[in-house]
């Protein structure tokens, strides 16, 4: 069953017959700006390097974090709420393909950014989903960005910039959101579990403690140099989200309709699951196949 797909997750995940993946854990694009076209390393360049030209844009904001500066105007607030609106439908599609494919009380964890998060749960209850938990994945570093009052009136001249030393326009950014949700059950957990083999997450900790929602203390990769995706997440996050949500065994299938590198894919062939993989972009896809050291074709 393991297979990577290059194309659209939309598409691809039409071909898939119903309820027969076992949970979903994806990392998708945060940036509402850029659906439908291309997501790759040279436009994120791009973009990085026009912010470090400018005033007005924040410098070194994450690709997508929509932090950028400029006149907040009504048609600034318009822009950034048909944006986020067109966000929510997009998720809404690759929700409804997925929904279709996983069995019933599969789990699906879905990475977004703390100002984008709601939009995504609303687009998978809407796609019938059933909401479970919100994880949070703690990261150790967050550098503060944004606006920072005291120093950009003291440049516009205004005399009591002072008054406004520690003030920002946001806050250190410290953790992002997973949101858990979950295929409806087939009358109840027992039921569920007798016929789909999945329902419930595992909790149990080396320790013998109970898994909490949050994920910390988790350790940062060595940097793999073919590896040129912006976005990877940390393997052993990976790891323990497969651990507590897909059942052993690789009858139990995980599918990371936006894989980017691959981190999910690894994690359940490290983990001894079942695993499906889909990337638009082809050298990505590339990446995927020298992780994972696996032909595909
Ligand atoms: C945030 S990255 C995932 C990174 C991944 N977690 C890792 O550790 O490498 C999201 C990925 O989704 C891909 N993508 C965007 N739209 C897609 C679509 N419609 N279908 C499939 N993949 C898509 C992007 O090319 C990008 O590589």
């Given amino acids: 069953m393991d297979k990577i797909f290059n194309g659209d997750c939309i598409k691809i995940m039409k071909q898939f017959e119903p309820d ?42 994450p690709y ?43 789990p699906v964890a879905v990475f977004n950014s703390t100002r984008t998060l709601a939009h995504v749960q609303v687009a998978l209850e809407k796609a019938g989903f059933y909401a479970r938990d919100i994880l949070v994945y703690r990261r150790s570093s967050g550098i503060p960005k944004g606006y920072n009052a005291a120093s950009q ?3 516009k001249g205004y005399q009591e910039h002072y008054r406004w030393q520690g003030w920002h326009s946001c806050f250190r950014n410290e953790w992002e959101g997973i ?19 999945v329902g419930v997450f595992n909790t149990t900790l080396k320790n013998g403690g109970f898994q909490s929602n949050i994920l910390e203390n988790i350790q940062r990769d060595k ?27 690789t009858q139990n299938v995980v599918i990371d309709p936006f894989a980017g590198s691959g981190t999910t894919l690894l994690a359940a062939k490290h983990l001894g699951r079942g695993y499906l993989g889909i990337e638009i972009e082809k050298k990505y896809v590339e990446i995927i196949r020298e992780r994972l050291n696996y032909s595909l074709f």
């Fill in 20 to 61: 027969t993946v076992s949970a979903c854990i994806t990392d998708p694009p945060y940036n509402y700006e850029f659906i439908g076209k291309n997501w790759d390393t040279e436009e994120v360049e791009r973009r990085i390097s026009r912010s470090k030209k400018s005033n007005t844009l924040v410098k070194n904001i």
């Fill in 179 to 197: 949101v858990l949700v979950q295929k409806p059950l087939e009358q109840n957990y027992s039921q569920t579990l007798m016929k789909y083999g």
């Fill in 153 to 155: 009136l003291k440049r």
């Fill in 223 to 249: 940097k793999e140099e073919f590896n040129v995706h912006c976005t990877v997440k940390p393997l052993s996050l990976m790891e323990k989200l497969v651990s507590i949500l897909v059942p052993e065994g």
């Fill in 64 to 106: 997508g974090s929509g932090l950028a500066g400029g006149v907040r105007n009504k048609r600034w607030y318009d822009k950034n709420r048909s944006n986020i609106l067109d966000y929510e439908e997009w998720c809404l599609k690759w929700s409804e393909e997925l929904y279709r494919i996983l069995k019933p009380g599969s």
